[in-house]
């Protein structure tokens, strides 16, 4: 069956670094687009960021992300990985991978086939 799992995450002092990965098995990446999510205690899960299905040509970042952020892509290693830099406390939470084959339902709707089972990033001093 398909299976992503994010890691990565972890606590970190303010402009600190991580770099969260997301490794799928049982599908063919280069088909799905791929998507992180968060989501903090008491708010709304919002798109992160999300990269486009084959060579990952199109990214799009939440403005709150922008210049800080990076997401990338590697088919053969079927990994994804959100490279995210100069952290803010404000970027505590728990981070989703998402994978699907449509553009509009993982983004727009937040409905993608398959979800991984996050990875905590806290941003704290």
């Known amino acids: 069956q398909v299976q992503l799992v994010e890691s990565g995450g972890g606590l970190v002092q303010p402009g600190g670094s991580l770099r969260l990965s997301c490794a799928a098995s049982g599908l063919t990446l280069d088909y799905y687009v791929i998507g992180w999510f968060r989501q903090a205690p008491g708010k709304e899960r919002e798109g992160v960021s999300y990269?486009?299905?084959?060579?990952?040509?199109?990214?799009y970042y939440t403005d709150s992300v922008k210049g800080r952020f990076t997401i990338s892509r590697d088919n053969a290693k079927k990994t994804v990985y959100l490279q995210m830099n100069n952290l803010k406390p404000e970027d505590t939470a728990l981070y989703y991978c998402?994978?699907?084959?449509?553009?509009?339902?993982?983004?727009?709707?937040?409905?993608?086939?398959?979800w991984g089972q996050g990875t905590q990033v806290t941003v704290s001093s």
């Open positions: 998402v994978a699907d084959r449509n553009l509009w339902r993982l983004w727009y709707r937040q409905s993608a086939d398959f």
């Open positions: 990269i486009s299905s084959s060579d990952g040509s199109r990214t």
